[in-house]
């Protein structure tokens, strides 16, 4: 009698420690391919760079951009602001690669490569829940000016979709008359 109690016990404690634990987030899709840039006022194409699942956005680093770039601005160091923590659902990271018009205190407009990052949340059938969009580069003060966040709800993630469709207002504007994403964009999922 003792030991089916005991076997019992220990079962169910088992049981319980399984059910208790965090499922540790899970990687579906990575690429590591580096993209040839979008020509200068074409349309973005926003290449699918990571699919995780049992994620979440790390909230806490997407509300304070400034606290958490180390180092220089550049893709390298704020693509970790972006990344995602432990959760439920499915985390998307896509990187729009283009060429861009940029400030030239000493000259003409000078045209580099600049980097958006757009990060989505869906539950398990593609239905998006979050998503943000930013510009690795931005280097105008406040660092937070740049990160937009969909207003969009009950839209599912597909192939091809616009990045107007997600309807980007900053999280933190200025005014009323400057606070929607004008930019457009395509996310490709394959």
């Known amino acids: 009698m003792k030991r089916q109690i005991t076997t019992i016990l220990l079962t169910i404690l088992s049981t319980g420690l399984l059910f208790c634990q ?24 926003y290449r699918l760079k990571k699919i995780t699942k049992n994620s979440d956005f790390d909230y806490s680093k997407l509300k304070d951009i400034a606290g958490n770039i180390k180092g220089t601005l550049n893709l390298k160091n704020v693509l970790p602001i972006f990344k995602p923590k432990e959760g439920k659902c499915k985390y998307y990271q896509f ?7 940029a400030y030239n205190a000493e000259g003409p407009t000078l045209i580099k490569v600049f980097h958006d990052i757009l990060i989505v949340k869906t539950d398990n059938n593609n239905n998006i ?17 740049d990160l937009f966040r ?3 709800k009950k839209l599912t993630l597909t192939d091809k979709m616009k990045t107007s469709t997600l309807s980007f207002e900053r999280t933190e504007p200025y005014d009323e008359n400057d606070k929607l994403l004008i930019e457009d964009g395509i996310i490709e999922l394959k």
Do not use: C
Not at 95 to 100: E, H, L, N, R, W
């Open 22 to 45: 965090t499922n540790h987030i899970e990687n579906i899709f990575v690429s590591t391919v580096k993209d040839k840039a979008t020509e200068l006022k074409k349309t973005k194409i």
């Open 95 to 101: 990187i729009a690669t283009f060429k861009g018009e």
């Open 150 to 152: 969909s207003t969009e």
């Open 129 to 145: 829940i979050d998503a943000y969009q930013y510009t690795a580069e931005w280097g105008e003060i406040p660092f937070q000016y």
